[in-house]
């Protein structure tokens, strides 16, 4: 299936699906994979702690934001697909943020794990049928959908690797 394939979308995320090419569901996520093997390490490690403004997240923050984020909807697409479709609790980004500890973890380990999640995510989709990524019973209040979710996940990755090239690589100059 495919990101026109989703029914409805949620408001609030459809700014990530609008992010990712209308491509098949496993396309997208290994074109995500790709992008996950092409990181620029060196740029982010010669960034270091360094933030484009005061209070915003660094390098490492990010990342382990991008992990969190995606093992929470993962999870979720997961309840949907097993049939429990009650709405899960959401998450404080900015307090998983502080409670993450990324600044005491190497970069390439931080990648590392954000590349086995994505690998597991696409994983447990490849085991989905289009009927659980297009059933209609399979949404939260919110209206999204196991298929949904994959788009806003990779989404997801898109936008904050958009924000460090736009905001963070001009510090390098």
């Known amino acids: 299936m495919r990101k026109t394939d989703i029914a409805t979308t949620p408001g609030y995320f459809d700014r990530y699906i609008r992010l990712v090419e209308d491509v098949e569901v496993m396309e997208a996520f290994q074109i995500s994979i790709t992008a996950l093997n092409g990181l620029p390490v060196d740029k982010w490690t010669e960034l270091g702690d360094r933030v484009y403004e005061h209070g915003k997240w660094t390098i490492k923050d990010i990342v382990q934001h991008i992990i969190d984020t995606e093992r929470i909807f993962a999870y979720r697409a997961l309840c949907m697909a097993r049939g429990d479709f009650d709405k899960k609790p959401e998450f404080d980004e900015n307090r998983f943020a502080a409670n993450g500890n990324a ?71």
């Open 103 to 173: 600044c005491r973890r190497a970069l390439v380990d931080l990648i590392d794990e954000l590349k086995v999640v994505r690998q597991s995510t696409t994983a447990m989709y490849h085991s989905f049928d289009e009927e659980v990524l297009k059933d209609p019973r399979c949404s939260f209040a919110d209206g999204y959908s196991v298929l949904a979710i994959a788009y806003i996940i990779i989404g997801h990755q898109v936008h904050h690797l958009t924000i460090l090239e736009e905001r963070y690589y001009p510090l390098l100059k």
